[in-house]
Nanobody
Framework: QAQFVESGGGLVQSGESLRLSCIAS????????LGWYRQPPGKQRELVAT???????TYVDAVKGRFTISRDDDKNTVYLQMNSLTPDDTAIYYC?????????WGQGTQVTVSS
């Protein structure tokens, strides 16, 4: 069963940066499209960014130009570099497959951005 362990969240001020990491226990990790999702307080979880291979990425409009998704297939790890954070980015961040996510979500990592 796939497992995802997210880390790197924290409390930051507007304009600051964070780098999230996710270690995924997936067979043939390198073949999968991975994604970062977030769930703001009181809202549904949404897909934020995906990566297929090392160069094919997608982003939701709200984070384009500020967030960068990347991966290290040797470490079964996917990253999310988040710059110019705003209070609207406050959420629990999760990783999973970018297409048809697995039911086995990790605990996520909390990102809180103060104004």
């Amino acid at each position: 069963q796939a497992q995802f362990v997210e880390s790197g969240g924290g409390l930051v001020q507007s304009g600051e940066s964070l780098r999230l990491s996710c270690i995924a226990s997936l067979p043939r990790f390198e073949l999968h499209t991975l994604g970062w999702y977030r769930q703001p307080p009181g809202k549904q979880r949404e897909l934020v960014a995906t990566i297929f291979g090392t160069l094919t990425t997608t982003y939701v409009d709200a984070v384009k130009g500020r967030f960068t998704i990347s991966r290290d297939d040797d470490k079964n790890t996917v990253y999310l570099q988040m710059n110019s954070l705003t209070p609207d980015d406050t959420a629990i961040y999760y990783c999973n497959l970018g297409v048809r996510p697995k039911d086995s979500w990790g605990q996520g990592t909390q990102v809180t951005v103060s104004s």
